[in-house]
């Protein structure tokens, strides 16, 4: 079986925070930003809600993605996400 890697969006309650990040364990990642373990940005603005990620085999296509993300517009972010997640629900349930 192959690995899987994962580019994620995560977003805090108000929606004003965009969080991008890459992981080969998403499920565990998630559950590590809603704790605020590791990582003192998502801590600080409480961004623990999974809204969009998407599944790659190839760590560097997944990192070339999550690069592609952060340098888009937040209206460019904020579509890509209601594209597939328009009520931007936290996704989280669904990866368990």
Request: charged share 30%; proline share 1%; no cysteine.
């Amino acid at each position: 079986m192959a690995r899987e890697y994962y580019v994620y969006i995560l977003s805090n309650y108000k929606r004003s925070v965009l969080y991008i990040g890459v992981t080969a364990n998403l499920q565990r990642r998630v559950f590590e930003h809603s704790r605020g373990i590791n990582d003192s940005f998502t801590k600080k603005y409480k961004v623990q809600f999974l809204i969009y990620y998407e599944v790659f085999e190839d760590i560097h296509e997944a990192i070339s993605r999550e690069k592609s993300l952060k340098g888009k517009t937040r209206k460019k972010k904020k579509a890509l996400i209601g594209s597939v997640n328009p009520a931007w629900r936290d996704l989280s349930n669904d990866i368990i």
